[in-house]
């Protein structure tokens, strides 16, 4: 069945770029049919969803974060990846990515990976 | 953006009880609406989409309800292995995708 990982450092200082990669097993992400993005959670926090991507590389993304964030798609290796910039204290969350369906009526997120933390200190 | 609003934030339940969490949005977002859980230290999963559909593999004990701006998510008899956060998510007027702040649902 088809699952997400993602994958980057753990540990961003202050000021930097955080970097993650999704890598998609078990399916296509070049599927016609779904979005994959990029949802946080801060420690102790809800969820806030930071951006989408489809396979021909059209984004979207949050206008909270729109400035700093960057989304992007590699097919030839199944992945699809976050660069955030800038980034402060206030950026330290678990960072999950998740498969999104296309047609307005299944846009939920109905895969997601597991989650990495991300803390930003120096 | 639209805000969704949940209710209430902790809801204390004894196991084999009807749990009702209630969710608001801020503006009309149709049936596009999604019910998450969440367990400590485990990623969100889908329980319900279009605001009444169940996902493949969830437990019928779950069911989801509502349109427009209100929305119910109702547990018919808890159990052990529902305890836990559950959020909602409005995907109708996206971007932005936006969350609930989550209500947590704890054994009384």
């Known amino acids: 069945q088809l699952q997400l990982q993602e994958s980057g450092p753990g540990l961003v200082k202050p000021s930097e770029t955080l970097s993650l990669t999704c890598t998609v097993s078990?399916?296509?992400?070049?599927?016609?049919?779904?979005?994959w993005g990029w949802i946080r959670q801060p420690p102790g926090k809800g969820l806030e969803w930071i951006g989408s991507?489809?396979?021909?590389?059209?984004?979207y993304y949050n206008p909270s974060l729109k400035s700093r964030v960057t989304i992007s798609v590699d097919t030839s290796k199944n992945q699809f990846s976050l660069k955030l910039s800038s980034v402060t204290a206030a950026d330290t969350a678990v960072y999950y990515c998740?498969?999104?369906?296309?047609?307005?009526?299944?846009?939920?997120?109905?895969?997601w990976g597991q989650g990495t933390m991300v803390t930003v200190s120096s | 953006e639209i805000v969704m609003t949940q209710s209430p934030a902790t809801l204390s339940v004894s196991p084999g009880e009807r749990a009702t969490l209630s969710c608001r949005a801020s503006?009309?977002?149709?049936?596009?609406l999604a019910w998450y859980q969440q367990k400590p230290g485990q990623a969100p999963r889908l329980l319900i989409y279009?605001?009444?559909t169940r996902a493949t593999g969830i437990p019928a004990r779950f069911s989801g309800s509502g349109s427009g701006t209100e929305f119910t998510l109702t547990i018919s008899s808890l159990q052990s292995e529902d305890f836990a956060v559950y959020y909602c998510?409005?995907?109708?007027?996206?971007?932005?995708?936006?969350f609930g702040q989550g209500t947590k649902v704890e054994i009384k």
């Open positions: 279009g605001a009444s």
């Open positions: 503006q009309s977002v149709s049936s596009n």
């Open positions: 998510q409005q995907y109708n007027n996206w971007p932005p995708a936006t």
């Open positions: 991507i489809y396979y021909s590389g059209s984004t």
């Open positions: 078990g399916g296509s992400i070049s599927s016609s049919s779904y979005y």
């Open positions: 998740a498969r999104q369906g296309i047609q307005l009526w299944l846009s939920a997120f109905d895969i």
